[in-house]
Nanobody, 122 residues
């Protein structure tokens, strides 16, 4: 069992930066693939980035590539999403998730956090 709690969301102007954190509980955190997803009102949940247990295997959605960076610290049971050059279209609730496969499909992730809201003003 893994429990996930996101933090770090907020209101930021376009061009600004935010760093999201996802704290995990559970002894086997380091064995999971961790992903970030987002969901805007009226839209489906979409993949943002994932990272494998070793810190490798990073992969990004085209919409955030070059602007967002995913990382993890297994000693702190935490995964991060550094978001730079934010755009109004990045506005969404952001969720972290844990799974066993390097995949962009939300249904393949077993555990989810409650989400943190990111709002980017123009």
């Amino acid at each position: 069992q893994v429990q996930l709690v996101e933090s770090g969301g907020g209101l930021v102007q376009a061009g600004g930066s935010l760093r999201l954190s996802c704290a995990a509980s559970g002894r086997t955190f380091s064995s999971y693939v961790m992903g970030w997803f987002r969901q805007a009102p009226g839209k489906e949940r979409e993949f943002v980035a994932h990272i494998m247990w070793s810190g490798g295997g990073t992969y990004y959605a085209d919409s955030v590539k070059g602007r967002f960076t995913i990382s993890r610290d297994n000693t702190k049971n935490t995964v991060y999403l550094q978001m730079n050059s934010l755009k109004p279209e990045d506005t969404a609730a952001y969720y972290c998730a844990a799974g066993r496969s390097l995949t962009i499909l939300p249904r393949e992730y077993y555990y989810w956090g409650q989400g943190t809201q990111v709002t980017v003003s123009s």
